[in-house]
């Protein structure tokens, strides 16, 4: 099930954090690069996070990290 995104972001030195919402209500925070968010936008950005949310890649502290190479 993808995540919803109500809309909040945070600018942080590395990049965009973005507040994100699984199917159970539980919130996931998305850590974007800088480069990423701004080489492919905030909409692409959040489907690869949801992407990724799906196939389990979160990081150990239940993160997504989504980065300028997973769009190559």
């Known amino acids: 099930m993808p ?10 030195i590395s990049g965009v954090s973005i507040r994100a919402i ?3 209500g539980k919130t996931i925070v998305v850590m ?6 701004q080489d492919q936008g905030l909409f692409d950005v959040q489907q690869v996070a949801s992407k990724k ?9 239940g993160t997504i990290v989504v980065r300028s190479s997973d769009f190559t």
Do not use: I, K, M, R
């Not at 974007?32 to 968010?37: G, K, N, R, T």
């Open 22 to 24: 699984d199917p159970t």
């Open 53 to 61: 949310y799906d196939s389990g890649q979160l990081e150990s502290n």
């Open 32 to 37: 974007a690069s800088l480069e990423a968010v």
């Open 3 to 12: 995540l919803a995104f109500p809309g909040e972001t945070t600018q942080t």
